[in-house]
């Protein structure tokens, strides 16, 4: 029997062709989510920090009275480590200058983007307090030795090939291959950290 | 050392290496000079049509593969001036301002990063190749983002008055601008090839993998 039609407002679906495929777009966008919801939920952890980060890194704070300490310290330490290798350098504020070459630590250099990076990676890892500040202490002493190094060699670089791979090894070396170890050093980190005994709780 | 940290180590072992091959390879000038006309193909049109009020041209000096040079000059000075020289019956000559970017800082250095995770990333070629292809789209049109923020603020300059944009979207154009360093560029590549690469399953596997060592 042929059913009667119903009078009435006309239902959403047939009002046009472009509800339909929003309605399409919103499922298939709900079903991509809903297949990667744990990962989301990281990425959210972490791109969180990272945040938090940037509006520190660009803060008024640390911008006016942290950057330049900082950028100096780490500049007098790679000069002393390569005056330990015979260079006859000098430290004016952030940069390393010698006879032929300079280099000038800037906003960027620091290494402290990767450091970030590998901090955040540890605080969203669902691991004790003890275990993350262990972590965080050890892998940032290390990323920080290595950005020293890595200033060094780029001064060594610098001054004896031309620009063009001295700039290679500032961006690619620098900053890319830098990335990569703090979250190789994350993934060190996560092994070490999943391998300690839980802690013990005393029963009564 | 355990089963989890021994693959990774790999995965990154082969990470550097690969990368160090690319790396080498867009170096050669010949492929930069490609890679370079490449990338200026679509992105000029894109740019003609987001900043309507300036004639722009991109091109590379063919010396430099890391070079694009952004000429570009107001459309309503150009009018103004064809209009003099049509009523003056005379010629003009219209100069236009040059500006570059760094094509390696700006794309090619973080693509090659984000084909090198992809490549040895656990997928099926079918995937993996449907996959990257919607990342470059996204990583491309993040660095197009990027260089439409930058002319932008550069036709926002007095002297070169093209736009006139209000000072509270400048500010956020400027401030935008200035968070879009290399290390974002980095974490850019990472979220992407985050989103790209796991999903729930593959990814219950890692974390169960992570939780065996513990047991």
């Known amino acids: 029997m042929p059913k009667k039609k119903k009078k009435g407002p006309p239902s959403p679906t047939k009002k046009s062709n472009s509800g339909i495929s929003m309605r399409t777009l919103f499922q298939q966008a709900s079903l991509w989510v809903q297949a990667r919801h744990p990962v989301l939920k990281f990425l959210l952890g972490f791109i969180g920090c990272m945040v938090l980060f940037y509006i520190f890194y660009y803060s008024a704070l640390y911008g006016n009275h942290l950057e330049g300490p900082f950028l100096h310290a780490q500049a007098s330490i790679s000069n002393l480590l390569l005056r330990l290798l015979g260079q006859g350098t000098e430290v004016f504020g952030s940069s390393i200058a010698g006879t032929d070459f300079s280099v000038d630590l800037k906003n960027g250099c620091d290494g402290l983007e990767a450091i970030a990076i590998f901090i955040s990676g540890i605080l969203i890892f669902p691991v004790s307090f003890r275990l993350k500040a262990r972590g965080i202490g050890w892998g940032v002493f290390t990323l920080l030795i290595l950005n020293l190094l890595r200033i060094a060699g780029l001064y060594l670089v610098g001054l004896h090939f031309p620009p063009a791979v001295f700039e290679v090894f500032h961006v690619q070396g620098g900053f890319v291959i830098f990335t990569m170890i703090s979250v190789i050093l994350w993934f060190a980190w996560m092994n070490w950290a999943t391998k300690q005994p839980p802690p013990t709780t005393e029963k009564e | ?215």
């Open chain 2, 1 to 215: 050392m355990s089963a989890f940290l021994r693959p990774a180590l790999k995965f990154f072992l082969a990470f550097f290496l690969l990368y160090a091959v690319l790396t080498g390879i867009s170096l050669i000038p010949q492929v930069g000079f490609f890679c370079n006309n490449l990338y200026q193909q679509p992105t000029e049109p894109i740019l003609k049509r987001l900043l309507s009020k300036a004639y722009l041209q991109l091109k590379t000096d063919g010396t430099d593969p890391d070079t694009i040079w952004i000429e570009y000059a107001s459309k309503k000075l150009v009018m103004e001036q064809m209009t003099q020289a049509k009523e003056g019956q005379r010629s003009v000559m219209v100069q236009g301002i040059n500006s570059y970017v760094q094509f390696y800082n700006l794309f090619l250095t973080f693509y090659l990063f984000f084909i090198a995770l992809m490549v040895l990333s656990p997928l099926t070629f079918w995937t993996k190749m449907g996959r990257m292809a919607i990342g470059t789209v996204i990583f491309y049109g993040y660095t197009v983002f990027k260089v439409w923020l930058q002319l932008m603020s550069t036709f926002n300059e007095p002297e070169i008055a093209i736009y006139n944009t209000g000072e509270f979207a400048l500010r956020i154009i400027r401030s935008t601008l200035s968070g879009m360093t290399l290390g974002v560029n980095i974490l850019v590549v990472l979220v992407l090839w985050i989103v790209l690469v796991f999903n729930k399953d593959n990814w219950a596997a890692f974390m169960q993998k992570v939780a065996s060592i513990r047991s």
